[in-house]
């Protein structure tokens, strides 16, 4: 791995735990392979394109890294009736990243609804090379997942191969179709893959207890997080 650059970003509002302040470290990199990234998202690191980060908020620590086991995952009934209602329907198609007026428009759409129903930050919706360092410009080969209803794009997701596990990225989806749970039938996606290429863990970021947006990444169990003390535990099973 090459690094270009290394720095502690500037403190801000949390978006996440209102009442705390964020700060996080970065490192620009110049290459990269899906191995050393494994490691490093090990050690509690995310990234996007070529940067990764990861907290070091001065007076908590809730962010916790989250991953589950695959070969061991349950569907609850709740995930079960969402593979019912979409398996056979949402169409998936797996291939490169790329950008494109669809993409960029199922991108604002669904932050427009974000901003609204959750208090996201709002975005520049003019700018997509903000898009292309986050999704498309990578270090090492990722999969864009593409989920079609008939012939109408309703959800993108970004997943890295790496040699142990799947990592969910990010995804999106049209939110006039929020009622078949597309969030959940990605994560059940995304395991099914990792389980039918052989990996033995799902990456699914942080989960912060307390925020509504994080918290659902708990429910794919069993699960592990990697607590302060820099280990990995269960966490539900």
């Known amino acids: 791995m090459k690094t270009v ?4 970003g500037l403190p801000t509002l949390c978006h996440y735990l209102p009442d705390q302040i964020a700060q996080s470290e970065y490192l620009r990199v110049g290459s990269m392979s899906a191995g050393e990234y494994e490691g490093r998202m090990f050690a509690g690191w995310r990234r996007f394109g070529y940067t990764l980060f990861r907290p070091v908020c001065p007076s908590c620590q809730a962010c916790s890294s989250l991953r589950v086991r695959v070969g061991r995952f349950r569907a609850n009934r709740s995930q079960r009736r969402c593979r019912k209602l979409n398996e056979g329907t949402v169409r998936l198609e797996v291939g490169r990243p790329m950008v494109d007026r669809d993409r960029l428009r199922l991108y604002d759409d669904y ?3 974000q901003a609204q129903a959750k208090d996201w930050p709002t975005r520049d919706s003019k700018d997509v090379l903000e898009y292309v360092d986050s999704f498309v410009d990578n270090p090492f080969p990722t ?3 593409r989920y079609w209803l008939g012939e109408r794009l309703v959800m993108v997701s970004y997943v ?3 040699p142990q596990s799947l990592s969910a990225i990010y995804c999106f989806y049209d939110p006039s179709e929020r009622w078949r749970s597309l969030g959940t039938w990605n994560v059940l996606t995304v395991i099914e893959q990792a389980a039918l290429s052989g990996r033995d863990w799902v990456y699914l970021g942080y989960f912060v207890a307390g925020c ?3 918290e659902y990444k708990a429910n794919f169990v069993p699960n592990q997080i990697r607590r302060p003390d820099g280990q990995w535990h269960d966490f539900r099973t």
């Open 5 to 8: 650059s290394r720095f502690i």
């Open 111 to 113: 932050h427009a609804y």
């Open 143 to 145: 999969d864009e997942y």
């Open 160 to 162: 890295d191969r790496l």
């Open 212 to 214: 509504r947006s994080l």
